[in-house]
């Protein structure tokens, strides 16, 4: 089955400078990548997602990138804000699998320093 | 359109206690599912659904049962509840396709502490 490994475990950044986590996978049938965030005591909230499809996709000052070949993607935040301060999962999913279900990584916990 | 909804919101059981947690989902998504989150191990699946009246084991099942009886409703229960069991339980809902995974929504989450 899918296996997620997910990079660093925690991450701490000045206000301003940009923030990268990164994700491999191991089943190379995934094909939908998606990053969730969540706050203290919240539920996780997606926040951008990507489908193999693509190598790279940007939403404001998040962007995501995959390499299908390696098998690894990432998660990139530039001009980091303290309201960026969260914990970050990174999921696959092969969409043949009966239940299209989500494999997650254990998560890093961001830290902006203001 | 309140989306994915979880109760109770936090429960403390002692071992051997039973107990039912209730999600609900007013977006007629077909499929759901229960996790549990415990630090340092992110999100584990406990089970799925794929439909009204069908469940499935995810990757820690044992100990959990399930039962999807209504389209909008996914119980899971503890028949006796063990410490190991302590965690904050995320119930999630998304649309089904045979050919694309949708976004998983979750709920609030519940938290459950077991004596």
């Known amino acids: 089955g899918e296996n997620v490994e997910q990079h660093p475990s925690t991450l701490s950044v000045q206000e301003g400078d940009s923030a990268v986590i990164k994700c491999t996978y191991s089943d190379s049938a995934s094909n939908y990548f998606p990053w969730y965030k969540q706050e203290l005591g919240k539920r996780p909230q997606l926040i951008i997602d990507i489908r193999s499809n693509v190598g790279e996709k940007k939403d404001q000052r998040i962007a995501v990138t995959l390499n299908k070949t390696a098998k690894h993607f990432s998660l990139h935040i530039t001009e980091t804000q303290p309201e960026d301060s969260a914990v970050y999962f990174c999921?696959?999913?092969?969409?043949?699998?009966?239940?299209?279900?989500?494999?997650f990584g254990a998560g890093t916990i961001l830290r902006v320093k203001s | 359109n309140a989306g994915v909804t979880q109760t109770p919101k936090f429960r403390v059981l002692k071992t051997g206690q039973s107990m039912t947690l209730l999600c609900a989902q007013d977006m007629n998504h077909e499929y759901m599912y229960w996790y549990r989150q415990d630090p340092g191990m992110g999100l584990r699946l406990i089970h799925y659904s794929v439909g009204e009246g069908t469940t499935a084991k995810g990757e820690v099942p044992d100990g959990y049962n399930v039962s999807r009886l209504k389209k909008q409703n996914f119980l899971l229960g503890l028949e006796s509840a063990a410490p190991s069991q302590t965690s904050v339980y995320f119930c999630?809902?998304?649309?089904?396709?045979?050919?694309?995974?949708?976004?998983?929504?979750f709920g609030p989450g519940t938290r459950l502490t077991v004596l």
């Open positions: 999921a696959a999913s092969n969409p043949e699998e009966y239940g299209n279900k989500l494999v």
């Open positions: 999630a809902s998304s649309y089904a396709s045979d050919r694309y995974t949708d976004t998983q929504y």
